[in-house]
């Protein structure tokens, strides 16, 4: 009888995101209501679900504001071979974005949801610049207006 591993193989997507596991340093920017505020912290990856997932956990210090924490669960839907990225803040969000990748070496992904009451649209693009390397941009819209913009450099 075949065991699950053999039954179910870690998909190439997953595996892909397997060049995210580990620590991470992260130096940044978020553009908010005509301030731009300076980051800086830790991202750190692990499998999840015998490497069908990874999990995150990411703690940030932002001038002005103080600590951002952020945990991020990704899997992998094989009915639709898409990604997901399940994210819990201490900002009160819960997002579930779903992914793909665009290139060998660039994930795009979005979610839409609600935010205050209005229709909240987040978008990002995660660039796999070198295995010691990564940026991410994201861009949120409330009611279809730009409403922040985080760019962050993850170095090992």
């Known amino acids: 009888m075949p065991t699950i591993s053999e039954m179910y ?6 595996k892909k995101l397997h060049v995210f596991l580990g620590e991470w340093n992260v130096e940044g920017t978020i553009k908010t209501g005509g301030s731009v505020m300076k980051l800086k912290g ?10 069908w997932g990874l999990k995150s956990s990411n703690k940030f210090e932002v001038k002005e504001l103080g600590t951002y924490e952020l945990d991020n669960l990704f899997g992998f839907d094989k009915e639709t ?14 997002h579930d974005h779903t992914a793909a990748w665009s ?4 994930l795009k992904g ?3 949801g609600l935010k205050d009451g209005k229709k ?21 819209k409330v009611n279809g207006q730009i409403d922040s913009i985080m760019n962050l450099k993850l170095r090992k």
């Open 103 to 106: 290139d060998e070496n660039t």
């Open 110 to 112: 979005e979610y839409d």
């Open 120 to 140: 909240f649209r987040e978008d990002f693009i995660i660039k796999l610049v070198s295995p010691e390397e990564i940026t991410i941009d994201y861009v949120e």
């Open 9 to 14: 193989p870690v998909p190439a997507e997953m």
């Open 42 to 51: 830790e991202w750190n990856f692990g499998t999840a679900a015998g490497g």
């Open 81 to 94: 071979g898409r990604l997901h990225i399940y994210s819990i803040t201490n900002m009160a969000e819960t």
